[in-house]
């Protein structure tokens, strides 16, 4: 990788620490998503950041930055966009959702209907919109970055399984610790850091990263035991559903991004491992599932098989 680009990917997580502090694992989570191409999900209790890591990616890029709060009033046409009648040529024509954007925060996305969530899924899988037949591109770099709390459960929709397979990957935020709270509370005296961050990349160098993720080489060994774990919670009896072929290209373009991060054009084993959990342990489906539990089962069982299966040396 050439030396200039890497350097880029280390000004943005250095922009973004500036504002979420001690929080240095979701922030590189959130870069790897966001060179590999794909979306983020952030779930945790409200008022750890969440928002805050999202805003503080978008505000890093010079690019278009929409936030959408959903609420269960919200429909389809809010997001997408809409025919609209234009009563001086009599004609309708197509009036852009606020999902144009480069960088879209989807806030309390299970708060929604799963008919507004549905209007994402084209979005986020093939970067275009399709309204009333008509087909839509989306502009690059494209990125949804989601978040919902998982202990509340009144009013809200939880996202199917076919929407959460649009995730690249899914974590929580955490409680920061007592120093870095601090710090916090010391940062914000005199109002929200993240409003005077400055943007650090630009569309163009985003797209450039984005294309040289691609070219990170993977060994054969590598792919073998990247299938060994995927194939593995399809064996396991204690899942009813294991991770899909798309769950496994996701976890291959994961672990090019991460290595690309880290100053690599090459995937190590230890990338695998690294990324097993956050990109695999939302695509899979327990036995005995039981609501506000599945998570942390899902989770443990995959770092097992991580722990267990044999990495190539």
Known sequence: MAPELYSLVGELENNISKVVLGKPRVVRLCVVALLSGEHVLLEDVPGVGKTLVGKALARSIDAKFCRLQFTPDLLPGDIVGSSVFDTKTSAFFYSPGPIFANIVLADEINRTTPRTQSALLEAMSDGQVSVDGQTHPLPRPFMVIATQNPFEFEGTYPLPESQLDRFLLQTNIGYPDRDEEIQVLTSHRRGEPVDSLAPVLDCQQVIALQDAVRQVSVDDAIHNYLMDLVEATRNCDELHVGASTRGALCLYRACQGL???????????????????????????????????????????????????????
């Open 259 to 313: 290595a690309l991060v880290e100053g690599r054009d090459y995937v190590v084993p230890d990338d695998i491992k690294r990324l097993a959990v956050p990109v695999l342990a939302h695509r899979v489906i327990t036995k005995g599932y039981l609501h506000g539990n599945q998570r942390g089962a899902v989770e443990g069982l995959i770092q097992r098989m991580v722990d267990e299966l044999p990495a190539p040396g």
